[in-house]
């Protein structure tokens, strides 16, 4: 009997098929969010993020795959992992107010809104000053490695307007919002002050009232290019619809 030299191989396809299939089916379950969020608000383009805030359905092949969501929840990982070091070290960190929520902010109507992954308000000096938000992101070594090179506003924009809206919405902003990033490869920890901004803040917010003025009279706003082929309106889920018009 000839061996088969794939059967490993197709033994993990199978099985991560079925695995797959179900993270999707409970993914098409969960309550879709009904918000512009902090967290998404610095992406470049402003009839992307409309998109996302009417929950559009993805171009066709573009939905979130099983191995998509896997990373996402190992996000959650990450930050499950760092507040108990943070802790071991004598740092206080707190990541719920007194009913049990996850921290967070929510304006016009709750039509604007976000969670944070924590507040740290005392601890070894090094952490300080407090008190001060925190927040923390899980990253393949060759997007961390760019990071600690180019920091966080020029190279994850979108990473520094979430701590910007979140110290603005937690009213922390006097003193630098507390970023980490591990590389998931190596693990190694990447920390970063990050001082608020008042005119990126304020720019920010603007640019979320527009979205949502426009939302809310059925306006599209303008594509961030007008070439679909542009790198970043390529890779959006996106892509055939916004250029179908």
Not at 138 to 143: F, P, R, V
Not at 219 to 233: A, G, I, N
Request: include cysteine; charge should be negative; aromatic fraction near 12%.
């Amino acid at each position: 009997m000839p061996i088969d030299l794939t059967s490993k191989r197709m033994l993990s396809d199978r099985l991560n098929a079925q695995i797959d299939k179900a993270l999707q089916a409970e993914n098409a379950l969960e309550t879709p969010r009904d918000y512009l969020g902090g967290s998404q608000i610095g992406a470049d383009c402003e009839r992307a993020l409309q998109y996302d805030f009417f929950n559009t359905p993805k171009d066709e092949g573009r939905e979130f795959s099983g191995q998509i969501l896997r990373i996402f929840e190992r996000g959650y990982w990450v930050e499950d992992a760092v507040i108990p070091w943070l802790r071991l070290a004598g740092v206080e960190i707190h990541t719920e107010d007194e009913n049990g929520n996850q921290f967070g902010f929510s304006e016009y109507g709750g039509k604007f809104a976000g969670h944070y992954d924590g507040i740290i308000t005392a601890g070894p000096a090094e952490f300080g000053p407090f008190p001060r938000l925190w927040e923390n992101k899980g990253l393949k070594q060759e997007a961390w490695r760019p990071l600690v090179k180019n920091k966080l506003k020029k190279e994850k924009p979108i990473y520094y307007a979430q701590c910007q809206i979140y110290m603005e919405g937690a009213k922390l902003t006097e003193n630098p919002a507390l970023f980490s990033a591990v590389n998931m490869n190596t693990m190694e920890i990447y920390w970063e002050s990050v001082p608020y901004s008042q005119p990126d803040t304020e720019r920010l917010y603007a640019k979320a009232v527009r979205i949502l003025q426009a939302s809310h009279h059925g306006e599209l706003l303008p594509r961030m290019s007008q070439d679909p082929t542009f790198y970043k309106c390529k890779w959006c889920d996106w892509n055939k619809r916004c250029f179908a018009k």
